[in-house]
């Protein structure tokens, strides 16, 4: 065993990170991703260097998996925690006009958007009037009267 080690070549880091990137497939959530690219960065690193002893092969692996993770680790953090409209749909309406499909009376109505009608909410508005949706509550969006034309 001590032979092989001490003769490690390009082909059996390249085909350690195979193994390591074939495990991430099934499912290891990114660790061995980073252990992976950092074997075969000791690869490319023996085929620059074919001297590199065994010991130097093992260390530089070492540090290199700990630098691509903490790297990786550093890049998450700067990635906002959730995407702000995971879970609100109807966000994507917010800021657009819509005709009144039934009267809102009574502070509520509905709106045809797309193909999916709304519940709304917001001042009275006669059948064909615009609106703009300014925010929402839930399911239903708020709405205000349009100074756009009526349809």
Do not use: C
């Amino acid at each position: 065993m001590s032979t092989y080690l001490q003769n490690l070549a390009v082909w059996d880091w390249l085909a350690f990170a195979a193994v390591l990137l074939i495990i991430e497939v099934f499912g290891t959530a990114g660790y061995f991703l980073w252990f992976g690219t950092a074997a075969a960065l000791v690869g490319l690193l023996v085929l620059v260097f074919p001297e590199l002893s065994w010991a130097w092969q093992f260390i530089s692996f070492a540090v290199l998996s700990l630098a691509t993770a903490w790297l990786w680790w550093r890049r998450l953090r700067t990635l906002p925690a959730v995407a702000p409209r995971l879970n609100r749909r109807g966000s994507e309406l917010l800021g657009s006009e819509f005709v009144v499909h039934e009267a809102i009376i009574g502070g509520r109505g509905k709106i045809k958007a797309g193909d999916s009608y709304w519940l709304v909410s917001g001042p009275d508005a006669a059948v064909g009037q615009r609106v703009k949706v300014i925010g929402q509550d839930g399911t239903v969006l708020q709405v205000a009267v349009s100074t756009a034309t009526s349809v």
